[in-house]
């Protein structure tokens, strides 16, 4: 079974920083686009920042220049760092993994972690 597991997050200052990892595990053999997503309550969730397998990164416009994204395709994870916070950032952060090739040759789709919240005091 493939499981996405995600630590680092918690609580922070308006300004301050984090870094969000998340980390893939079971039989994988290759792994598609990754990317990190937010929700906060009463919201829809947002993309936050995907990487392609290639390291070919994307944000959103409000997001760029404060978030970076990065993979390590050897040790399947993915990271987002995360600085000059805002109370505008408290959500739960979710890190999303859009399809996973198997060791023996069979494409899964769409995993999510199960995950962490994040949040920002003024």
């Known amino acids: 079974q493939v499981q996405l597991v995600e630590s680092g997050g918690g609580l922070a200052q308006a300004g301050g920083s984090l870094t969000l990892s998340c980390a893939a595990s079971?039989?994988?053999?290759?792994?598609?686009?990754m990317g990190w997503y937010r929700q906060a309550p009463g919201k829809q969730r947002e993309m936050v920042a995907t990487i392609t397998g290639g390291g070919v990164a994307n944000y959103p416009d409000s997001l760029k220049g404060r978030f970076t994204i990065s993979r390590d395709n050897a040790k399947k994870t993915v990271t987002l760092q995360m600085n000059s916070l805002k109370p505008e950032d408290t959500a739960v952060y979710y890190c999303?993994?859009?399809?996973?090739?198997?060791?023996?040759?069979?494409?899964?789709?769409?995993?999510w972690g199960q995950g962490t919240q994040v949040s920002v005091s003024s």
């Open positions: 999303n993994v859009d399809r996973i090739q198997t060791d023996i040759g069979r494409w899964e789709y769409n995993y």
């Open positions: 079971g039989r994988i053999w290759s792994i598609g686009l």
